[in-house]
C-alpha cells in the first residue's frame, strides 16, 4: 500500500503546528512554544515523515532539530532523507567516539558536494547553505581543517553543529552541542528525560510525539560494549555507504569526460604534436649549426613521442557516449543501500573480505555504467553467499551479531575509520588534478550554453591547419 498520502499528512499537521506558532509570535501574542501531540498511528510513517520535516524545513530555510532518545533510529532516519539533501543534514551518534567519525564523513560529503557543483547540489536549500557558510565562513574553514588533522582527542570547534540546518541525534548530543534551532521535534518522547520533554532554548517551536505507537519501540539498551559498537558501526556503516556513492559518482563523471576528452582533444593533441615536432625538425635542418633549434627539436620530438604513447594507451579516439554521467536518485539509492550490506570493511574474516571486496568491485562497475540490473545480480550474489538469507534491498541493514567480541568490533569500526579517511583523501586528490579543473570549467561552460571540448577541438584542428600549412613551407 502506498503510503505516501499519510505521510503528507503527517508532515502538513506538523508544519501547521510550527506555522501556528510563528503568527502568534508575530502577532505579539505570547506563544505556545511546547506542545505534546499525537505519534501517527501506523508506526512505519514516523521515519519518512521525519524525514520529509527535514526535507520541508530546508525548502523553508528553517533550522531544525530532530531530537532523539539514543542511536537506534539515526541509519533509518539517515536512509530516508532525500539523497540529494544528506549532506546539509547532521546526524549523529551519541558516543564521542563515533560522532567524531560521523561528522568529520558528513563535512568530507558536504565539502565534496560543494566542489562538484553537480545537479545534486543545486535549488534553494544548497543556495541558502552556500550562503551560511560565506556567513560563518571562518567557522567553515577551521572546521575542515579539524577534520582534515583528523585527531581523535581534539575536540570540534565550538558552534560547529550550527552550519547544518537540519540536525538529528540523542538528546545527550543536541544539549552538548547546544546549537539553536526554529523546530524542535522530541521524538521516542516515552524514554526522553523529564528535563529534555519542555521547550528547548532558543527554539521558536517545540513539539514532542505524545505516547503512542512511537513509544513502544525500545530503542537501544546499552547492556554491554558488544551492543555499543554494534549501534555505533550501524550508524558509520551509513557515513561509509553515503562516502562510497559520492566517490563513486565524482569517479563516475570524471571517467565519462575523460572519455570525451580523449576522443575530441587528445588525439587532435597528439597530432598537433607531431606536426610541431616535424617543423622543428625541418628548422633545425635549414640550420644544422643552431644549437637553439637542435635542442627545441629534441624537446618536441620528445613532447610528440609521450602524446603518441598517452594516446595510443588510452585505446580509440571514438567516445563510447556523448551523454555525462548524471545517475538517477533511484540508482544512487540502489548502490548506496547494497554498499551498506556488501562493503569489505563489514567482513567477518579475510575470506569474506574478499568475497565482499570482489562484490564490491562489481558494484562499482555497475552503478558507473548506470546499470541497475548489474546491481540487482551483485545482490543476488549477496545472498548466495549468506546461505540463502532473503531481505529485501529496501530494508536495514541488518545489526551485527550481539554475541560477537568487542574486540572484533572494535577492529570494524576502526577499518571504517579508515576507510572514511581515504575516501576523502581519493576525493581531495581527485579535485586537485589538472583533468577535474578541466571538467569543472567545462560543466561551467556547459550552464551558459557552451561546450569546451568542443571548443577546444575547433581551436587545436585550427593549429593543426596552420602548423601543416607551415610545414608544406618546408616542402616535407
Given at each position: ?11 502538513d ?13 508575530s ?5 505556545s ?10 508506526p ?30 539515526l541509519p ?5 532523507l ?10 549523529l ?48 574553514r ?5 577534520s ?13 553543529g ?13 544539549e ?14 516515552g524514554?526522553?528525560p ?18 503512542g ?46 572519455e ?10 597528439a ?29 618536441a ?35 548506496r ?26 558494484a562499482?562497475?555497475?552503478y ?8 540487482d545480480?551483485?545482490?543476488a ?11 529485501p ?6 545489526p ?7 574486540e ?32 569543472a ?36
Amino acid at each position: 500500500m502506498d503510503s505516501a498520502p499519510d505521510i503528507a499528512t503527517t508532515v502538513d499537521a506538523w508544519l501547521r503546528q510550527f506555522a501556528a506558532h510563528a503568527a502568534a509570535r508575530s502577532a505579539q501574542t505570547p506563544p505556545s512554544v511546547f506542545r505534546e501531540i499525537g505519534a501517527p498511528v501506523d508506526p512505519a510513517i514516523t521515519v519518512p515523515a521525519l524525514a520529509a520535516l527535514a526535507a520541508e524545513a530546508l525548502a523553508r530555510d528553517r533550522t531544525l532539530w530532530i531530537v532523539t532518545a539514543d542511536d537506534a533510529w539515526l541509519p533509518d532516519i539517515s536512509n530516508a532523507l532525500d539523497i540529494s539533501l544528506r549532506p546539509l543534514c547532521l546526524v549523529l551518534p551519541g558516543a564521542d567516539y563515533a560522532g567524531g567519525i560521523a561528522l568529520r564523513a558528513t563535512l568530507a560529503l558536504l565539502k565534496s558536494r560543494l566542489t562538484r557543483a553537480a545537479e545534486d547540489s543545486e535549488g534553494p536549500a544548497w543556495a541558502a547553505m552556500r550562503a551560511r557558510l560565506r556567513r560563518d565562513d571562518a567557522l567553515w574553514r577551521s572546521s575542515l581543517a579539524w577534520s582534515a588533522r583528523g585527531l581523535d582527542r581534539e575536540a570540534p570547534p565550538a558552534g560547529i553543529g550550527s552550519l547544518f540546518p537540519v540536525r538529528i541525534g540523542p538528546w545527550t548530543l543536541a544539549e552538548r552541542l547546544a546549537a539553536p534551532a526554529d523546530w524542535v521535534m522530541l521524538i521516542q518522547s516515552g524514554q526522553l528525560p523529564d528535563q529534555v520533554r519542555s521547550l528547548w532554548p532558543g527554539a521558536s517551536c517545540t513539539l514532542m510525539l505524545a505516547s503512542g505507537p512511537i513509544s513502544g519501540f525500545t530503542g537501544l539498551v546499552v547492556m554491554d560494549e558488544t551492543i555499543r559498537l554494534s549501534a555505533e558501526i550501524e550508524v558509520l556503516g551509513q557515513e561509509l555507504a553515503e562516502m562510497e556513492l559520492e566517490l563513486a559518482t565524482a569517479q563516475g563523471e570524471l571517467a565519462r569526460f575523460t572519455e570525451r576528452y580523449h576522443a575530441l582533444i587528445a588525439g587532435r593533441m597528439a597530432e598537433l604534436d607531431r606536426i610541431q615536432a616535424e617543423l622543428a625538425q625541418a628548422r633545425m635542418q635549414h640550420s644544422p649549426d643552431d644549437p637553439v633549434l637542435d635542442r627545441a627539436a629534441r624537446q618536441a620530438g620528445a613532447r610528440a613521442e609521450q602524446s603518441r604513447r598517452e594516446s595510443a594507451a588510452y585505446g580509440s579516439n571514438e567516445p563510447r557516449t556523448e551523454q555525462a554521467f548524471k545517475p538517477s536518485n533511484e540508482l544512487k539509492k540502489r548502490f548506496r543501500q547494497l554498499a551498506q550490506k556488501i562493503h569489505p570493511d563489514r567482513a567477518d574474516n579475510e575470506a569474506d573480505r574478499a568475497w565482499r571486496t570482489q562484490l564490491m568491485s562489481e558494484a562499482n562497475r555497475a552503478y558507473r555504467a548506470g546499470d541497475v540490473g548489474g546491481l540487482d545480480e551483485v545482490f543476488a550474489l549477496w545472498l548466495e553467499g549468506q546461505a540463502g538469507a532473503r531481505q529485501p534491498l529496501s530494508s536495514a541493514v541488518p545489526p551485527a551479531p550481539t554475541f560477537a567480541a568487542a574486540e572484533t568490533l572494535a577492529a570494524e569500526a576502526a577499518k571504517i575509520r579508515q576507510r572514511l579517511a581515504a575516501i576523502s583523501a581519493l576525493l581531495d586528490q581527485l579535485y586537485g588534478s589538472k583533468l577535474y579543473e578541466l571538467f569543472a570549467a567545462a560543466r561551467v561552460a556547459e550552464r551558459q550554453g557552451r561546450d569546451l571540448l568542443q571548443e577546444m577541438a575547433q581551436r587545436l584542428d585550427n593549429q593543426i591547419f596552420l602548423a601543416n600549412r607551415e610545414l608544406d613551407g618546408f616542402g616535407v
